[in-house]
């Protein structure tokens, strides 16, 4: 079996969720979780006791859209809609056991993931008549590769008029991986928009300056402007310095309001067939396959 690195409560619930899907029995009592978590991880009772706090807390938020069922004697993996998103998102945070493991290598293929989570999550931002579309390249909608054109084409799909700002064409994406906005019925200017950063890296405070308000509304003729994002599949300890340090400059989404953002939605978006080829991978390197 490998050494896992997990400390913070957060990264022991983590450890905890990724245990219950990999089991084959789909259930722990306490007793025998403790055991496991002081076997593989070396994690006391207390620890536990922390990390299914926390737990409780993301089923309090996420309600059904949670794919655990919490209590004090015993942590079970239940059926819900979006329960291969939430294990891809779960996977896909840096220092995560996949990625400390079977999924060690970032891969375009990671990346990707995220982005399509993240389009279909941003869609209901704002609710019904919400639209979200992923502005890389290349692009399964059609983007041309030319930033200074790609621009233009993102300004059509949105029902803007293109800024008379310069738009070097060798640009990549302007720091912006997905465009969420809804329009009013009169379809007239003035409606809300958001750009959107995504990572998958473990440092995600420089990322927040990817986005520059600034050009970017030179680039699109916006009335009002635009809400930055930064989408990330992990967790953040909302009363902790990191939470703050982050939202003072961008609204972080990160993986439980990706599964909010979800559950609003009457789509199921697909088989997440990436999640199950982890959990099948990572029976091989967990103690908790053999329960």
């Given at each position: ?286 103690r908790a396959a053999e329960l």
């Amino acid at each position: 079996m490998t050494d896992l690195e997990v400390s913070s409560t957060e990264a022991i619930a983590d450890w905890v969720e990724t245990s219950v899907l990999v089991s084959s029995s789909g259930h722990f009592g306490r007793d025998k979780l403790d055991d496991l978590a002081s076997t593989e991880v070396g994690l006391s009772p207390m620890k536990v006791a922390m990390a299914i706090d926390t737990m409780a807390k993301r089923a309090g938020v996420l309600g059904a859209s949670y794919p655990f069922v919490v209590s004090d004697i015993a942590v079970l993996r239940r059926k819900s809609r979006h329960a291969g998103h939430y294990a891809a998102l779960l996977f896909l945070t840096p220092g995560s056991v996949a990625r400390q493991t079977v999924r060690a290598s970032e891969t375009a293929e990671m990346g990707e993931l995220l982005e399509e989570i993240a389009e279909a999550a941003l869609a209901n931002f704002w609710g019904e008549g919400g639209t979200a579309l992923s502005f890389g390249y290349p692009s399964k909608h059609g983007r041309p590769e030319a930033f200074d054109q790609a621009v233009v084409w993102l300004a059509g799909k949105i029902g803007l008029d293109a800024g008379r700002g310069y738009r070097p064409p060798r640009r990549k994406d302007g720091g912006v991986d997905v465009v969420a906005w809804r329009q009013f019925a009169d379809r007239r200017p003035g409606f809300p928009v958001a750009l959107a950063q995504f990572t998958i890296q473990a440092e995600t405070f420089t990322k927040t300056t990817d986005i520059d308000l600034r050009l970017w509304a030179s680039w699109l003729a916006m009335d009002i402007d635009p809400l930055s994002m930064l989408v990330i599949p992990g967790t953040i300890r909302s009363a902790g310095p990191d939470w703050r340090q982050l939202t003072t400059v961008v609204m972080v989404i990160d993986r439980i309001r990706l599964m909010d953002l979800l559950g609003r939605g009457s789509e199921d978006h697909g088989d997440m067939g990436w999640a199950a080829e982890t959990i099948s991978a990572l029976r091989s390197v967990m103690r908790a396959a053999e329960l």
